[in-house]
T-cell receptor, first 112, second 111 residues
Framework: DSGVTQTPKHLITATGQRVTLRCSPR?????VYWYQQSLDQGLQFLIQYYNGEERAKGNILERFSAQQFPDLHSELNLSSLELGDSALYFC???????????FGPGTRLTVT | EDKVVQSPLSLVVHEGDTVTLNCSYEVTNFRSLLWYKQEKKAPTFLFMLTSSGIEKKSGRLSSILDKKELFSILNITATQTGDSAVYLC???????????FGDGTTLTVKP
């Protein structure tokens, strides 16, 4: 157990819908990262927050947004969902941006 | 754009064999290289390497970084079936403030 929690574990929704994925980092970690992992692709970095501020952006679609709250938990919002958004979404946390990351168990999103 | 290439893509060995996994990178403002192991769940951290030529070791696993030639290797000796996993390499770009992951090497260890 990495100490990073993610909810929900599984999510099944229809195209066009909007969902919110939630992540609680390890105690003491200020950095939170979101990744997407599809079957045909590796781990794709989406976005990173450090102590509430956006720190780095990867290949995040405009339909996706995220934020980190004052209590350091983070949410990833996915809207206008498409079939291709079906994937495993991981949250990770670290003490700081330069440190090793600890991954949560992931949320498996299925868009039908 | 930062690039991390892992080889081989997949590898099948028998218990007791020694394996070497490779990771080469092209990253501006390199800060560190990290190895993760991913079984049927989330990646777990193995090593972080920041200095060239220094070996990091944990049991049967060891890793070394060559900053001049821009690559790292992960060695696993006396492999066990429990070593079967995808091994991911990631490189941290200190200016961009983000890590780039390779596509991973899938290791299968047969009894």
């Amino acid at each position: 157990d990495s100490g990073v929690t993610q909810t929900p574990k599984h999510l099944i929704t229809a195209t066009g819908q909007r969902v919110t994925l939630r992540c609680s980092p390890r105690s003491g970690d200020l950095s939170v990262y979101w990744y997407q992992q599809s079957l045909d692709q590796g781990l794709q970095f989406l976005i990173q927050y450090y102590n509430g501020e956006e720190r780095a952006k990867g290949n995040i679609l405009e339909r996706f947004s995220a934020q980190q709250f004052p209590d350091l938990h983070s949410e990833l919002n996915l809207s206008s969902l498409e079939l291709g958004d079906s994937a495993l979404y991981f949250c990770a946390s670290s003490v700081g941006p330069r440190n090793e990351q600890y991954f949560g168990p992931g949320t498996r999103l299925t868009v039908t | 754009e930062d690039k991390v290439v892992q080889s081989p893509l997949s590898l099948v060995v028998h218990e007791g064999d020694t394996v070497t996994l490779n990771c080469s990178y092209e990253v501006t403002n390199f800060r560190s290289l990290l190895w993760y192991k991913q079984e049927k769940k989330a990646p777990t951290f193995l090593f972080m390497l920041t200095s060239s030529g220094i070996e990091k070791k944990s049991g049967r696993l060891s890793s070394i970084l060559d900053k001049k030639e821009l690559f790292s290797i992960l060695n696993i000796t006396a492999t066990q079936t429990g070593d079967s996993a995808v091994y991911l390499c990631a490189v941290y770009n200190t200016n961009a403030g983000k890590s780039t992951f390779g596509d991973g090497t899938t290791l299968t260890v047969k009894p």
